[in-house]
């Protein structure tokens, strides 16, 4: 079914200001297409974001919406969460936002498991700032702040959220977009802390300095290096050795942490009454 | 005639439960916080008291991420409060600017230690008065609020909710580490004497809301999160609408209306409290412990004969400026104690233009200014 943007964007701001052939606009179109299908209300949603590019999506999108400081989205978000469990708390976030400067909000974020929803838009660089290299940057590749090539071994996301305690972690690319609607889908369902890490493409400042320049082309690069989860299990570590996995790769049911906090209530306002 | 009024509740508190108890009166619901001395008893009985009313108490991972927290909380529509010292302060000071550029009403404690850096954690400073002025980049109004007795302490920090309501903007609540540790008497207000603010609510229907209206004053009414009216908040500078604009007069206009909210409401933030000033020949300009201490020194100084007066600001930001330039005029001196290297001071300089001397007594050793050390500057002007 094909979306209705104009149900969930806020059309006086349109045109964005994301370059032309950017996969945001993939990955928010799936976001939005998988809260249509969850029939979310938009008047109990609110969507998060720190700086970056991918900051400015929440403005496009007709809900709560809230462009925080850089790295802090996360925090924001808790206290949203926090102060109404009962609502959808959505944030968006780029990979230096959310794993650089933020990346202590992200981990206890996940060690928390409160009921919020991140999507980290993993495109390997700084794209607003100008390019400089990123948590995620790949050894060797080339940015503004490493122009020799970057010797910054890179984060794995997905395995460090996972580590930190995140309840759903997912991976897709923006080559992939109906198998990505599916596991934003997933993470919005989930109920704990659910990170779903997108590698998208910045042919504007990794590209560029990578001879990755085409969208494309840059877009295809990623497609090949990536593994569906089912398929990697029948290969060897070897064979997987230069691959991504993508899909569904960690789902748990433990206590959300706004659950904990109601349950806490109930304790402390029984001994208030004794 | 015998005393009909109604009995009021005696508590024997410090000043850092104080602040806990008022906060809930003043109705904060939520409260974030990071572990710091001195502050931290702030914190230990919000997280037992908050939870027993349904309100939320949590510990963020950092300074940075409590600050985060509140602010979100606040959009809610919660009172919301987190309280620190000065290495958390400064950790704060972006998300403080960023509060101050929403227009979020948020309280921010901070209980002065000796600095700079960890500098002395148990012990008391007064040196985060320039901090609470200036710590944020960028310009924005600033109300901080400096009580020295614990029954002011009370009452200030629900003024400081009323204030953070009232204006949408952070309200720093400025004690040191003497007045938030030291615990005495306390004759609590009772419910019908003190004054609750909420912040205003929009009426206009959702489609028509727009978070920066000022077509009924400086200050736009705030809807809460959740409650239909979907709008957008950006720390980037925005119009009227919320959303970000470069349009140079825009960005003019609603700077300079930030700035307003405080400048235009002087009468109403500011509070001292003088005592001897309307005769005085010398006057000390003390805040927090050091105005304690500077109370007894006046005391002691009108028993020798010597005609001091003590003018206490209540509001430390804005500064009482308009009381301070009119001694300027009328006496032989100023005397201003205070507990870092002289800050406070660089304020009243600017205010006397010299027309008058001025005596500074500082210690930064982590031991309060004493009356002598007072009295002495006194008698010396004297």
């Not at chain 1, 979310?40 to 970056?52: L, P, Q, R, V």
């Not at chain 2, 108490?57 to 620190?84: H, N, P, W, Y």
Request: net charge negative.
């Amino acid at each position: 079914m094909a979306l209705k943007y104009e149900n969930f964007l806020r059309m006086e701001h349109i045109p964005h200001m994301w370059c032309p052939g950017c996969g945001i606009g993939i990955i928010v179109k799936a976001m939005l297409r998988a809260m249509e299908t969850l029939e979310w209300d938009k008047n109990d949603t609110a969507m998060i974001s720190g700086i970056g590019c991918t900051s400015r999506a929440p403005g496009y999108l007709d809900m709560n919406t809230l462009h925080t400081t850089h790295g802090r989205a996360l925090t924001f978000a808790t206290g949203i969460k926090l102060a109404r469990p009962d609502k959808n708390v959505v944030v968006i976030s780029g990979d230096g936002d959310a794993s650089a400067i933020g990346g202590n909000h992200l981990i206890h974020s996940c060690r928390r498991n409160i009921d919020i929803t991140l999507i980290i838009v993993n495109n390997n660089i700084y794209g607003m700032t100008g390019g400089q290299f990123s948590p995620t940057t790949p050894v060797g590749s080339r940015a503004a702040t490493a122009p020799w090539g970057s010797i910054d071994p890179p984060f794995d996301l997905s395995q460090l959220c996972k580590a930190a305690g995140a309840t759903y972690v997912a991976r897709g690319h923006v080559g992939a977009a109906a198998p990505l609607e599916r596991l934003i889908r997933g993470g919005l369902k989930h109920r704990g802390f659910a990170v779903i890490e997108v590698l998208s493409n910045c042919h504007t400042q990794f590209g560029r300095r990578n001879r990755l320049s085409d969208p494309v082309e840059l877009i295809n690069h990623i497609a090949a290096k990536t593994i569906n989860i089912r398929e990697a299990a029948k290969l060897s570590r070897e064979e997987l050795k230069d691959k991504i996995i993508v899909g569904l790769l960690h789902e748990e049911q433990r206590e959300e942490y706004c659950d904990a906090y109601d349950k806490l209530i109930l304790k402390a306002s029984a001994a208030a009454h004794h | 005639m015998p005393d009909t009024s109604p009995k009021r509740r005696i508590e024997f508190w410090s000043g850092n439960e104080v602040i806990a108890e008022a906060a809930i009166t003043a109705g904060c619901r939520f409260f974030a916080g990071y572990p710091i001395t001195p502050s931290s008893e702030i914190a230990h009985l919000l997280s037992q008291r908050l939870p027993m009313i349904g309100g939320k108490f949590i510990q963020m991972e950092d300074e940075i991420a409590a600050m985060g927290a509140v602010i979100g909380a606040s959009l809610t529509g919660a009172k919301v409060m987190t309280a620190t010292s000065g290495p958390g302060f400064s950790l704060k000071q972006e998300n403080i600017g960023f509060a101050a550029m929403i227009e979020a009403p948020c309280v921010v404690v901070n209980v002065m230690r000796g600095g700079p850096s960890t500098g002395l954690p148990t012990a008391l400073g007064q040196s985060d008065i320039m901090q609470a002025r200036w710590g944020t980049h960028g310009d924005r109004p600033v109300i901080a609020l400096t009580p020295a007795y614990l029954d002011e302490v009370y009452t200030e920090t629900i003024r400081a909710f009323n204030l953070a309501e009232k204006y949408r903007t952070p309200v720093f609540i400025m004690i040191d580490e003497v007045i938030g540790h030291l615990s005495e008497r306390l004759d609590l207000p009772n419910d019908d004497e003190i004054l609750i603010v909420d912040r205003i609510r929009p009426t206009v229907p959702p489609d028509q809301y727009l978070p920066y209206d000022t077509s009924n004053g400086d200050v736009p009414p705030l809807a809460d999160y959740f409650s239909g009216y979907r709008f957008h908040m950006t720390g980037l500078n925005h119009d009227r609408s919320g959303f970000p604009t470069t349009d140079p007069a825009t960005c003019q206009r609603e700077n300079e209306r930030l700035m307003r909210k405080v400048d235009a409401n002087l009468d109403d933030i500011i509070r001292f409290e003088t005592t001897f000033t309307d005769d005085a020949d010398i006057i000390v300009i003390a805040f927090g412990s050091s105005a304690r201490a500077a109370a007894v020194a006046v005391a002691d100084a009108r028993d020798k004969g010597i005609k001091a007066g003590l003018f206490r600001p209540l509001t430390l930001w804005p500064f009482p400026e308009k009381e301070v330039r009119e001694f300027a005029v009328r006496v032989k001196g100023l005397v201003v104690p205070e507990a870092n290297l002289g800050q406070l001071v660089f304020e009243i300089e600017r205010l006397v233009e010299g027309k008058c001397p001025i005596s500074r007594v500082n210690k930064v050793g982590g031991v309060p200014i004493y009356p002598g050390e007072v009295l002495a500057q006194i008698e010396a002007i004297n």
